[in-house]
T-cell receptor, first 115, second 111 residues
Framework: GAVVSQHPSRVICKSGTSVKIECRSL??????MFWYRQFPKQSLMLMAT?????????EQGVEKDKFLINHASLTLSTLTVTSAHPEDSSFYIC???????????FGPGTRLTVT | AQSVTQLDSHVSVSEGTPVLLRCNYS??????LFWYVQHPNKGLQLLLK??????LVKGINGFEAEFKKSETSFHLTKPSAHMSDAAEYFC?????????FGAGTRLTVKP
């Protein structure tokens, strides 16, 4: 099956610094990728839709200046958490749909801890 | 617009007994429906999906779900629970690349 990877799997950073998370589709091209965050014992919440070659679309309540998304190629989307604060600590998950499938393929997630 | 309601936040069963995780959906389109499982500190794994073919869908690990349009439901079942089934389960509705997750149901399996 299709594979989506995320890097890093875990990251700890200090408050005020920025962190970049990568999402790659390894064996298919994805013009669209999705970014979710998941708080402990809660469901996934869609943050934004990443569009290759154009601006990302953010869900209501998500600060686009804080969560910068770049979809530079058909296999890579990045999420940068800028000026991170402890409340940004969460599990961030990306997904990508194949063009010929209804199915989304999820990355394994990145656990961000801001100290 | 679309949404998903998982009717139980927590379900507890004994090993070897049936499992029922309930899901109702709302969609303005003809949606695709999915069940995903998430084990602690793990990524999401697709259990099964409905995409307008057969209404009874069989998935991995003995799970199945039935799409009932008249009831707007997509309940997940398994005849006999195993200890390894203990996890968080998410019902998901998707249409036009807009994917919405339910709040999740935590399944506990007692020995």
């Amino acid at each position: 099956g299709a594979v989506v990877s995320q890097h890093p799997s875990r990251v700890i950073c200090k408050s005020g610094t920025s962190v970049k998370i990568e999402c790659r589709s390894l064996d298919f091209q994805a013009t669209t990728m999705f970014w979710y965050r998941q708080f402990p014992k809660q469901s996934l919440m869609l943050m934004a839709t990443s569009n290759e070659g154009s601006k990302a679309t953010y869900e209501q309540g998500v600060e686009k200046d804080k969560f910068l998304i770049n979809h530079a190629s058909l296999t890579l989307s990045t999420l940068t958490v800028t000026s991170a604060h402890p409340e940004d600590s969460s599990f961030y998950i990306c997904s990508a749909p194949r063009r010929d499938s209804y199915e989304q393929y999820f990355g394994p997630g990145t656990r961000l801890t801001v100290t | 617009a679309q949404s998903v309601t998982q009717l139980d936040s927590h379900v507890s069963v004994s090993e070897g007994t049936p499992v029922l995780l309930r899901c109702n959906y709302s969609s303005s389109y003809s949606p695709s429906l999915f069940w995903y499982v998430q084990h602690p500190n793990k990524g999401l794994q697709l259990l099964l999906k409905y995409t307008s073919a057969a209404t009874l869908v069989k998935g991995i690990n003995g799970f199945e779900a039935e799409f009932k349009k008249s009831e707007t439901s997509f309940h997940l079942t398994k005849p006999s629970a195993h200890m390894s089934d203990a996890a968080e389960y998410f019902c998901v509705v998707s249409a036009t690349n807009d994917m919405r997750f339910g709040a999740g149901t935590r399944l506990t399996v007692k020995p």
